[in-house]
């Protein structure tokens, strides 16, 4: 094939030249002169070429989709959200100059919903712990109004009141701490979640039934557990809430007896989920059951389970 | 709202009220394409990590550069990161490609050779996101290999038609009719397919005349 220099076509009118670059315009592959005539025929309007590049741009934009994947390290991610989303110490400042800071906090982590929707699941427990701040922040607040009430009645007590106003205000000051301690708990969970997620999506990936027994006949759970590296989500339902108390745990039989794998915790509507990791065989004959425990040291389940295989 | 639930453009001018919701979420879905891309041009690891922070962290602060009207917004950040990228491996090179990369055995880091030896434990975040892939990898895979080297060379490492001719000790009118070959059956394959919706102008006619003048050839 003759060998063609940018110009050899000199003789074409300006589009005739231009519209036959575009190709290598958009991967920017021309030399100088060449884009600069591409660039100067696009600025003269012409929209068939505009056109044409805009198409040839997506088409180059998602050319790079087709790369060897590789995954992203959780440092890369803290540094990006370190100078982005996530600067604790201005985003407290904010709030501490705000009243009701606790609360603010609190709605912060109740949109927050960066989570995938297992992990949303995680934060859930992690809610739990900040309905108890938002209980407490509102009966610390109960208790600044009461005593504006006092101050007009009884003078004595002024002195009284403006110590307590402290107390609360450093008590809502601790209160948002640990929230924002929440927050990084919560996305901690995610992370790893994030982790797991990861590990479950390689094909050997087994999915497993765990069905209720007549202690908990409503309950049933799905078990993702990945053999190679051990690593398992379970999301269970229709089972008792442990607002009252306990914990429910995981067990997988070994030869060595009951081995506790993981323990969670079941909210108002029944639902809970636990991940975690064990290398056992499950063809072997293996035992997985969940029972509900009061004390989670224990190193045998206490009664009769809840969940086991289905068969 | 549940942020993994909303469309990238909805996430984009969320984070233009600065939401962190919505940017977790745009960052859990492309991050690692973003790596990925910036990590084939560059070839190392604090290369390509500079390149995916200053990506996202320009998102977080213009989330307004892209514009919807223009396509879907998986194209324009890999474009973004291949530019930035691309100004990186400009900047630091004038050393000459090896041997290996310039005779397409680059290929064991590209797209054909490596969809079945892929790390499985790497997964995209969503399902839209997996099926767009597979369908740029089989356009990429059906196009010929001489004209997906040309244009890959030029993608990835940089070079200018007069370098891939001069690397390939190839005519460079035959360097130049493999890139617009290649580029035009690739946008056949992909046009319209891949991210929302066919753009305004890309009309049918000049599609069919396109690859009408790209088969021909």
């Known amino acids: ?311 | 709202m549940k942020w993994e639930e909303c469309s990238d453009p909805d996430l984009l001018r969320a984070i233009g009220r600065k939401e962190a919701g919505a940017f977790e979420v745009l960052y859990y879905r492309f991050s690692r394409v973003v790596f990925s891309t910036a990590y084939r041009v560059l070839g190392d690891v604090q290369g390509a990590e500079d390149v995916v922070q200053d990506v996202f962290v320009r998102l977080w602060r213009n989330p307004d550069r892209y514009v919807e009207e223009r396509g879907s917004f998986v194209g324009w950040v890999l474009s973004v990161t291949r530019n930035r990228a691309i100004d990186e491996v400009r900047a630091r090179r004038r050393r000459p490609l090896n041997e290996s990369q310039l005779r397409g055995a680059d290929e064991s880091s590209s797209v054909i050779a490596d969809a079945p030896s892929e790390a499985a434990a790497v997964a995209l975040a969503t399902a839209e996101l997996t099926d767009q892939r597979a369908l740029v990898q089989r356009a990429l895979a059906e196009i010929p290999a001489e004209q997906r080297r040309a244009i890959e060379l030029a993608y990835y490492h940089g070079l200018t038609q007069a370098e891939i001719a001069k690397a390939l000790q190839t005519p460079l009118g035959t360097v130049k009719t493999r890139i617009r070959l290649g580029m035009q059956k690739l946008r056949v394959s992909l046009e319209g397919r891949v991210g929302p919706g066919k753009p305004e102008g890309a009309s049918a006619a000049v599609v069919g005349k396109r690859a009408s003048e790209a088969g021909g050839q």
Not at chain 1, 15 to 34: F, G, I, K, N
Not at chain 1, 134 to 153: F, H, K, M, P, Y
Not at chain 1, 248 to 255: G, I, K
């Open chain 1, 1 to 311: 094939m003759a060998d063609e220099t940018p110009m050899s076509s000199a003789g074409g009118s300006r589009h005739e030249r231009a519209s036959q670059l575009l190709e290598a315009y958009v991967l920017d592959a021309l030399e100088p002169e060449e884009t600069a005539l591409v660039a100067e025929h696009l600025e003269e309007g012409c929209d068939g070429c505009e056109d044409e590049v805009g198409v040839l741009r997506r088409v180059a934009g998602v050319m790079a989709l087709a790369t060897p994947l590789r995954e992203t390290g959780a440092a890369l991610r803290q540094r990006i959200f370190s100078k982005t989303v996530g600067d604790p110490p201005a985003a407290v400042q904010d709030e501490r100059a705000e009243r009701g800071a606790g609360r603010a906090a609190l709605v912060r982590l109740w949109s927050w919903p960066g989570l995938g929707r297992w992990a949303t699941v995680a934060a859930s427990f992690g809610m739990l712990a900040v309905g108890g701040l938002l209980a407490w922040n509102i009966a610390l607040q109960t208790q600044v109004d009461g005593l504006e009430g006092d101050s007009s009645r009884l003078e004595g007590s002024v002195l009284r009141m403006e110590d307590d106003q402290t107390e609360t205000v450093q008590a809502l000051g601790v209160a948002e701490a640990r929230s924002v301690e929440t927050l990084e708990l919560v996305r901690t969970v995610e992370m790893r979640m994030t982790e797991a997620l990861v590990s479950l999506s390689a094909p050997s990936t087994r999915t497993v039934s765990l069905t209720g027994t007549n202690a908990a006949p409503t309950a049933s759970a799905q078990m993702m557990w990945e053999p190679e590296s051990g690593v398992f989500v379970m999301i269970a339902s229709g089972l008792r809430s442990t607002a009252g108390g306990g914990a429910y745990v995981m067990w997988v039989d070994t030869p060595d007896g009951p081995e506790k794998v993981g323990h969670f915790y079941v909210d108002e509507s029944g639902r809970g989920m636990v991940s975690g990791y064990f290398k056992h065989s499950l063809s072997g004959g293996m035992v997985i059951s969940v029972g509900h425990e009061d004390d989670l040291e224990i190193e045998a389940p206490s009664g009769a389970p809840v969940l086991v295989l289905a068969q």
